[in-house]
């Protein structure tokens, strides 16, 4: 029997008896990727005593309003040759598809500089690999993950559309396209004379005066990402993963056990811990040896209920840097990404200006009645997660830093930590994914 949990429902204080035994594992993190850790290691063996600690509730940060999206063919690193030459441009549009509060800009630039080294041809070349070689254990590993879910019916494998508003901006996109096909990536353009008739197959009802198009088949979205979450999480209680409500401030291996120091003085202990925190991984990293440059791109949506437009799939506006999605029976409009850390306030004409243009692009769009949300997504210049054992301690894994595919890479993600913690040979290759490639 699967246990409900109700929305939002705050979670239970860690107990005297969470903090007297010892636990398999203590995972830190109750987003798609902490939860599907948890999952996975009690499907692997269900006689593991597995704690989920959370800082909030479940799935209360990106995995609660993203895009829905599992883009499996969304390879390529957002840093790019010659990108550090457009952050003029991100200052002074704070609307714009990437932007950066100006104020923030003395604490962003070691992570800048990071960003510009990974740019380099020869370092997106190899973070492209190892991404495409992630996704592609990702698509069979989330097939696993929502069978074991009851959740398969959730999947709606209808592809993605691309679309460009003048062919300049299509050309200037192929050489991505070229990158996907030499990693086996499908996809068809269109373009030419007969390049309206053939979007309007894709999706009907979008405004006309677009150039080109370019359609991936492989790319699906899940009905509502926070109700899949909370499906997982319901099926770890099911099979006896506790969850406390509690922050982690410290972790300090000992000789038996690894201790995990909470708020107001509590400590818990696993013969494994997993940092699975999101945006928050990197504050506990420091005193393991691992000083992880961690930023958050913080993204913006709309969610528009029922009956807002009849949406086919997930359409992309690259030159706008957003996307339209089928979610939660409505439409979710959103995207970009601000750089601007995780306390300043959120700017919600973000949002208003993305819902703009897509009633632009979407003329029969309905806008009423929106809810505007921004979220933290947890991101690594080089754009690969990190996922490995700690410097100071391999029973310390990370499992984070996945930035737009947190999603799409949270079943690939567990089955990776799962067999590290057994013991065994993970099936992937996780050399490019290490802590220690930032030293």
């Known amino acids: 029997m699967v246990v409900e949990l109700a929305p939002d429902a705050p979670l239970p204080p860690v107990t005297t008896a969470d903090a007297e035994q010892v636990h398999d594992a203590v995972v830190i993190g109750a987003g798609v990727i902490g939860l599907s850790i948890a999952l996975r290691l009690v499907l692997a063996n269900s006689a593991r005593r597995v704690l989920v600690l959370e800082r909030d509730s479940v799935a209360a940060g990106a995995s609660r309003g993203n895009a829905g999206a599992y883009a499996f063919s969304d390879i390529e690193p957002l840093a790019s040759p010659g990108i550090l030459r457009k952050v003029p441009r991100w200052l002074f549009n704070p609307l714009g598809p990437l932007s950066l509060r100006p104020g923030y800009l003395p604490t962003l630039a ?55 508003e003048s062919t300049s901006q299509w050309k200037a996109s192929l050489r991505g396209w070229e990158a996907r096909r030499a990693h086996g990536i499908d996809f068809e353009h269109a373009h030419g004379p007969h390049v309206a008739e053939r979007i309007a197959q894709w999706q009907p009802g979008l405004a006309p005066g677009f150039a080109a198009a370019t359609f991936v088949p492989g790319w699906a979205t899940i009905d509502d990402p926070h109700q899949l ?61 691992d000083d992880i440059p961690l930023e958050t791109e913080r993204g913006y949506n709309t969610t528009l209920p029922p009956g807002a437009f009849d949406l086919r799939r997930q359409l992309t506006f690259p030159a706008h840097g957003f996307v339209v999605t089928p979610v939660a029976g409505g439409v979710r409009v959103g995207g970009a990404v601000e750089l601007a850390g995780l306390n300043a306030p959120p700017n919600y004409q973000r949002s208003d200006a993305m819902l703009t243009k897509a009633k632009r692009f979407l003329p029969a769009l309905k806008v009423e009645d929106g809810t505007r949300w921004m979220g933290f997504r947890p991101s690594l210049p080089d754009s690969l997660p990190v996922i490995g054992p700690a410097r100071k301690d391999s029973r310390v894994l990370y499992a984070f830093g996945h930035g737009h595919l947190g999603l799409t890479q949270s079943a690939a993600t567990a089955e990776i930590v799962e067999a590290l913690i057994a013991g065994q040979t993970p099936t992937l290759d996780i050399a490019a994914f290490s802590p220690r490639r930032f030293v």
């Open 110 to 164: 070691p992570w800048l500089w990071r960003f510009w080294r990974a740019s380099q041809p020869a370092r997106v070349s190899a973070s492209t690999t190892a991404q495409t070689a992630l996704n592609r254990l990702s698509a069979a590993a989330t097939l696993r993950l929502l069978d074991a879910v009851d959740a398969t019916s959730m999947l709606h494998q209808d592809g993605n559309l691309h679309l460009y």
């Open 229 to 289: 979450v909370r499906r997982i999480a319901g099926h770890c209680a099911s099979r006896s993963v506790r969850f406390a409500r509690a922050t982690a401030k410290a972790i300090t291996p000992l000789s038996a056990v690894v201790a995990v120091q909470l708020d107001g003085g509590c400590v818990v202990f696993g013969r494994h811990v997993v940092i699975a925190a999101g945006a928050w991984s990197h504050h506990l990293t420091h005193s393991l040896g």
